[in-house]
Structure formats: structure tokens, C-alpha cells
């Protein structure tokens, strides 16, 4: 059996419960050994075979699968944040199917929600943007056409760029020709809850400079939009005057907001 773990964005405390039961009773780990925290494997059993699958082809990973499955053992692959977000496992779960070895996956925090939290936002404010659009600028990966950042920028949306620090030009140029104005707040989170998390935050214009000067390239999440602002609505769910099946609608409440 093959367990695909999500590790979560960094912190060794922000693995799942039953993340981290499999580490514990897993006989062979495959770790993403890019962005995965070495600590975690600090609770593997002393006999667990580890492999840093930063170094090693995609047949080897899964020969490493089929070997260990075969002789029966507890497999875990360790996947950074959530694996259903740019984790490359559609293209393992595959594999499995046709070598007909049993998976599943367990889900993780990912890095986009750790940022969040780092930086104590909501990406979903009444009245500012109720949709997260979740992207990557074009690198050697390519994108499709119709998701051209351009195109996605006209929505206005929150924005979370994974895997981008390094285009930062090209991400500005983009965003601006799509809609998102000058002005626009951005953040760059580096490393979300890892002891070595840095937040920069700026506007729009400046996404470039921002990382050159903090030094920042990779290992970040880019964050757009007016949720970074200070302006929102109050939720409808909370205010007196709105019934809900938990909650009768009430004239008024204790003016404290
Ligand atoms: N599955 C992962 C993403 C893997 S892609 C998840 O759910 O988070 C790798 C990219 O994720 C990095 O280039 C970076 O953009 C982002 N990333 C992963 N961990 C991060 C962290 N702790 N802080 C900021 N960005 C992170």
C-alpha cells in the first residue's frame, strides 16, 4: 500500500494526525526533498528506508513503489503542502494503478492556506473578492493559452501565484495588462511557517523590486489583490438583522464594531 501523505506547508506541527501516524508506521518514505521538512522524517522507525525523490526520475520513484510493494511493505510518499496541488501524483497514482498496487491519499495544509495564516488575511472578504484563483506564471512549465495571467487578472479576483517567485517581471507586466491596477497590494511570503517565514509586502508596480531587494526567488507564494486592502464588508452571516437556521435575526446589536 501506498500512502501519498500532504506534509503541509512547513511547520512540523501542521501535518495532519494521520499524516504523521503514517510516518510513524510507514517501512519506506519517499520524501520531496525541495520543499518538505526534513524533521518530519524525525519520527519515522529507525528501520524506515528513506529516499529524497528531489534527486531521483519519476521511474525511480516508482521502481522504489513497486519494489517495496512487493515485499509487502508500508510505502509512504511525502508530498509538500496539499499533494493535489502541483504534488505531480496524478501521474504516480496512474502507475500504481497499472503495476495494481493499492493507494491512497492523505490530505495536507497547503502552502496557500499557511499564508494566510502568516499573514492573518482572509482571501474571501464580502464585497472584495469572492473567488481565489489559484495559478502559476508560465516558466518551463507551460500553462494553457487560456490561462494566460492576462486573461485571469480581468476577474479582479484574489489572486495566489505558486511557483513564480522568479518571474516576477513578466508576472507585473501581465497582471497590469489584465486589469489589476498599479496599486494593486501584493504580498511575497517566503517560507509560510517555517522558522524562517518572511513577509514582504508592497504594491503592484514594485512585485520586482519587492523580491530583489528582501532577496526572495523561490520558495514563495505571491498574493494579489484588494484583500490585502482595507476596505471590506461585514459578513451577512453574523450581522443581527439576518436569520439563519441556527441563529432568529434580531433588531439591533451592541454597537461595539
Ligand atoms: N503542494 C504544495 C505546492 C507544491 S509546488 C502546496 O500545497 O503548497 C511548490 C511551490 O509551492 C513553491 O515554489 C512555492 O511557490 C509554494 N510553496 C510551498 N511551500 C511554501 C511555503 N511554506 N511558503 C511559501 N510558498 C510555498
Redesign the pocket.
Known sequence: MVHFV?SG??AVDLITVRGQRLIREADVILYAGS?VNPALLKEAKESCEIHNTAVMTLAEVLSVMERSAAEGKRIVRL?????????AIREQMDALDRMQIPYEVCP?V???C??AAAMKTEYTLPEVSQTVIITRAEGRTTVPKRERLSALAAHGATMV?????GLLQQVKSELLAGGYGPDTPCAI??????PE?QIVRGVLNELPEMAEKSGIC????ILVGDFLGDEYALSRLHAPDFATEYRNAVSSDAERL
Do not use: R
Open positions: 500532504g506547508p512547513g520543499l508530498h509538500t503542502g496539499d499533494p493535489s496541488i502541483y504534488g495536507g497547503s502552502s496557500f499557511g499564508a501565484l505558486f511557483l513564480s517567485a511570503v517566503y517560507k509560510a511557517t517555517w517565514e523561490k520558495t514563495a507564494l
